[in-house]
């Protein structure tokens, strides 16, 4: 079944006109009134939905049961990386959304080829987002990842709360420095439902500097093994076995 983002509050019996985004789908999707959808507003769950009318450029729709399903990870996994270059933000952006990530933060580092800011880091940031959403309507997901403004590595680690012993979270940093634990070892060592932020550098990694910074706000080194990976598999890799447990 089609399933679309409509980004409102929903109501069963509710009636309503989709969204330009959505409603542009179901036209090219040739669907018609009495055919059902998918819609969820990335809060949880999802609803069905009957289309009632097909306009020239809208659609409007009658909203069904909602349903709670979540297919979302047991545990929040948020990602920051350094941009890659070229279109492989997009892909990273996709598979994350794919697998379930709790939100995406873009950075600026010392080595990053690709500099955003201005209007360019808005609009950029607003295509990753409707590449996590497309994700999601694909997936079956039913919480869009944020993906969060543009920043720069050194001011958005200033911007992180102390790691409070009450409310534990894991912060790891994608390393492959020699006598770095394993990812899955310090996947094992926490709580399945504990949260887990991991820090990604771009193509050659982060600098000293910010390697020193991120340890001191917290972030354990780990490696995914002895091989060397692009910098967009390395975080993908990493979303894998946080999602799955470990």
Not at 189 to 208: H, M, N, Q, R, Y
């Amino acid at each position: 079944m089609p399933r679309f983002h409509c980004p409102a509050p929903l109501l069963a019996g509710q009636r309503l006109s989709l969204p330009a985004s959505a409603a542009r789908h179901v036209q090219v999707l040739r669907l018609q009134p009495g055919q059902t959808i998918t819609l969820f507003n990335g809060e949880g769950g999802e609803w069905s939905a009957t289309i009632t009318r097909m306009g020239r450029s809208d659609v409007d729709v009658s909203l069904g049961a909602h349903h709670a399903t979540e297919r979302e990870p047991p545990r929040a996994v948020h990602l920051a990386m350094g941009m890659p270059a070229n279109d492989r933000m997009d892909w990273l952006v996709e598979k994350a959304a794919e697998l379930g990530v709790a939100s995406l933060q873009p950075l600026h580092t010392a080595h990053s080829v690709l500099r955003l800011a201005g209007e360019r880091a808005t609009k950029k940031q607003a295509h990753w987002q409707s590449v996590a959403i497309a994700a999601c309507e694909q997936c079956g997901g039913n919480r869009v990842p944020a993906v969060q403004p543009v920043n720069e590595l050194t001011a958005w680690l200033k911007t992180l709360p102390t790691v409070d012993a009450a409310q534990p979270a894991l912060r790891c940093l994608l390393s492959l420095a020699e006598g770095t634990q394993p990812l899955g070892v310090a996947l094992a060592a926490a709580k399945t439902d504990t949260p887990v932020l991991f820090l990604s550098g771009p193509e050659g990694g982060l600098s000293p500097q910010e390697d020193a910074l991120a340890r001191a706000a917290g972030f354990v080194p780990v490696t995914l093994g002895p091989r060397v990976l692009r910098a967009e598999t390395a975080a993908i890799a990493a979303l894998v076995l946080a999602v799955s447990g470990g």
